[in-house]
């Protein structure tokens, strides 16, 4: 599954959703936005950065690292890039968060004390998604997240009921037809090995009028459009490729033939087929 995909879907559409997971929550969590920052005169970019709106007072910043796979220099890169962004952009904040989602402790890399000064602080949370609570009594938008998770034998039903969910309870300030889409997208890519038809039965929904759908059929007319244009192109180029060589058997197969040549020896001279010569021959006898 394409979780770094799907995470970026979320936070993009829901920034606010980081703020159920944290124990520090600002002011004005509802209008932050999600970024993904480049710092400056370096070779790095920052896909996870949650940065507070105009005004804001403090104004916190929250980095957020989604991690779905082992990885031991985790903690090296992510404070190291965290840090490096505070130190260009030191006018732009007053105080920092960060934020580690791990699906379990498993995942977590196993040296926590080179970097003990920020994980023992109030600084820096580490959540995992195994550990939140029993799906059923948890906010929609931990769910949402937790379904990353879940177990193909177990995914399905819990899309299902989340959906079913969506559709009856409040929602807050998330869209809820944004939320479906986020569902359908996780199911999507879980089980991309299942049909159109079968997904929209497993889930009680309709996939054309969905996100992902609709992405997924333009990208299919896109690719349709430039194969289209590629064999417009190839089309051209073998075009000009026969008219180049019928010019230059129009030059060539006369002058052969007054050697002596038969069609069979010119045809293999130039490497070209007999049936080329012949035609060329045969219209030099009618221009003669």
Request: charged share 30%; proline share 3%.
């Amino acid at each position: 599954m394409k979780r770094d995909s799907i995470y970026y879907q979320i936070f993009k559409r829901f920034p606010a959703l980081i703020f159920e997971l944290v124990d520090h929550r600002p002011e004005q969590a509802q209008n932050y936005r999600f970024e993904s920052v480049e710092v400056k005169e370096t070779a790095f970019r920052i896909d996870g950065v949650f940065l507070p709106p105009e005004g804001a007072k403090p104004r916190v910043i929250f980095f957020a690292e989604v991690q779905f796979q082992k990885d031991e220099a985790l903690y090296h890169r992510f404070f190291t890039e965290s840090l490096t962004y505070l130190y260009r952009n030191q006018s732009n904040y007053d105080d920092w968060y960060c934020v580690i989602i791990f699906p379990s402790r498993s995942l977590s890399p196993k040296d926590t004390r080179t970097h003990r000064m920020f994980l023992n602080s109030d600084q820096v949370q580490c959540i995992y998604l195994d550990e939140l609570g029993s799906f059923n009594t948890l906010p929609i938008g931990i769910n949402l997240m937790q379904l990353t998770i879940a177990s193909e034998k177990i995914m399905a039903e819990q899309a299902r009921l989340l959906i079913e969910r969506v559709q009856l309870e409040s929602t807050g300030s998330l869209p809820k037809n944004e939320i479906i889409d986020i569902i359908t997208t996780i199911a999507v890519y879980k089980f991309s090995s299942l049909s159109r038809e079968e997904v929209e039965a497993m889930l009680g929904v309709t996939l054309e009028e969905t996100r992902v759908y609709q992405e997924a059929k333009a990208e299919g007319r896109e690719q349709g459009r430039e194969q289209g244009r590629e064999q417009g192109r190839e089309q051209g180029r073998e075009q000009g490729r026969e008219e180049r060589e019928a010019e230059m058997l129009k030059v060539t197969v006369p002058l052969l033939l007054k050697t002596g040549m038969s069609v069979e020896e010119i045809a293999q001279k130039l490497n070209v087929n007999v049936e080329s010569v012949r035609l060329s021959a045969q219209e030099n006898t009618d221009n003669s």
